[in-house]
């Protein structure tokens, strides 16, 4: 008998989490022989939790379609990290306990390393509990910095949106620079991991190519050093451009972005990094400067989304069929349609649960029988029932 | 005999900006039978009072045309402002010294209100000095605060800039507002005007759509009313999206961005109006917020500009052309080309002044020679050759 596929998105969203979303349920849909319904969790597993899903198979094809092009999380996503089986031993069980009644036998869930993980756990405890689920863990990460990967969907787009944004300003900049703005500092996310920042490089071709400098979180911030090389940039190339990590840190490990401002009582102020670097170059040459923090714009910006990212994003990871090639044309019907709209939000929000009942009186229904399932952990290996 | 053009760019430069030099520079070739070279000040006026000027017949039509592509300012701008004819008499003076040695008939004075103004004392100057020059204020702004204009140059790309960004950064809140962020600001340009910050409400089309708030220059920012607005909005859609222009005023007539935040050693500082106004939210309701500046990269985003304000930067004012349609096709045969290459770079920067030498040398010859010519004031209206 057919299973159906249950999809939850995590964490924070990037450019392309919808059209792997796409990609999931038009491979489903392409397998219809095989898969039943996608249902998605609503705001990711705390849906799966609450019993809050959307069954997929009620949207019409030009909305799914249209996924590939939309930005923000399309079903919603959280953040909510499961830890380990012991600790949250009763959300396990509550996630086997959805999974059994909605006949799920696959659970891709799109998220970063803690998500690969949680989906790990998951089916463990769907083993031991004798319902056994595939589970994949879908990458999924802005910053890069996912293990095993060479890259991940997301991050593809936000390194264009900052490698283009940087260029723009610095030609804005340097337009401006023999009479007005020398510095322009562009704030960027990966508060661990640098990739985004290193990204800002893509905008140069040549030595004297704007971004001058990069700070990267994984390389403490010398002030001297630093200013060094703005002013070396300033008196050679008439500007300093740079690209700074939300994640830089001085060399006693604190983050920069904490140790500049202090609101009107005092108080330091969680603020971006990019108006301390900013304040540091005022007041060492004076030169006049702006800065910009690109905050959600750069991983929300499906505008101008990167073309090989978004193809990841729909078939990097599903069913194989990036390897086994003969498929692809079968699960990927729907790839070239190319429709522009965005889905309709009253579309999304659609909630068909096949209890009958919706949300959170559902979820209090499954939650109070939660005796009724079988709590073995006789089986420890991830389960893989044959898709067939 | 054919006149030159003198082309020159003032101010904060826009997405389209090279988009109008590009209109100048093709439409005067494409009248070749009436009009000679079209030169280019480097760094705006800067570069005409120091005789640094760029030959643009020197430059392929391949350039030219890419000129259309480029964000920036190709020939330079500056902030440089003429005060009046009295004050600034041999500025002026020496403007028209160096229109004639470059045989200039026309002046294309790309800027805002205060260009448009200069052009017009130039023009003033240039007749009471007995060589006439035609000036024409080409206007440019990414505020649309000129006076007479309906619209201008730069706003539109700028408009949908923000809209883009708001409706795209919204989405991202939206997806995660249940367990993570609620609020969002995104701040934008326009000190004194608040069309900018009004484009974002384009991304609106029904109640209840982002952004929730929008807070206007013209309008003073009163506290318990926009804290009101936000928990109405993160009540009833679940999150509130904001914009706000970095020219909010509180009713003491002090910009909110200099209000909130202290440096290290308590002096006030001059950051972003969007993390004061995300600290007001914090300290209120404690919700989780996020905040961006888009700064340079809103006036600088060629990758996103409207097609209108390109077609505007192009045609909107060039030789009335708009108007007589007939010439059009004559006027702007290069302008379907479609180049997608950027200029490069050394292209752009050649110095071809017919003196001879270069910049700061050929400027010094000019000026000690000034007394060479008529100071005579004795024409007061603005001079108007027959371009034939």
Redesign the interface.
Known sequence: MKKNILYA?SG??TPVINATACGVIETARANYDRIGKVYAGK?GI?GILRENLIDTSKERKVNIAALRH?????F?????KLRSIDESKREYERLIEVFKAHDIGYFFYNGGGDSADTAYKVSQISNRMGFPVQCIGVPKTIDNDLPVTDNSPGFGSVAKYVA??I??????????A???TRV?I?EVMGRHAGWIAAAGGLAAREEGDPPHIILFPEVIFRQREFLKKVKHAVENYGYCSVVVSEGVRNSRGQFLAE??????F?HA?L??V??VVA?IVRSKFGYKY????????Q??????ASKTDVDQGIRGWCCGCKIRSRRQKRCHAGDQAGFQQPLPMEDWRSFAGPRGEPGEKNAKKLYLGRWLWNYSRCKALPGAPDPG
């Open positions: 998105q924070g969203v705001d705390l939309t930005p923000g999380g399309a919603g996503s959280c953040r909510y283009v944004s260029m723009e300003a610095s030609r804005d900049v340097e337009s401006m023999s009479s007005s322009f562009l140790t500049g401002t202090r609101d009107a005092g102020q603020g971006g990019a108006p304040e702006h800065w910009a923090v690109a905050d959600y714009l991983r929300s910006a499906r505008h101008v």
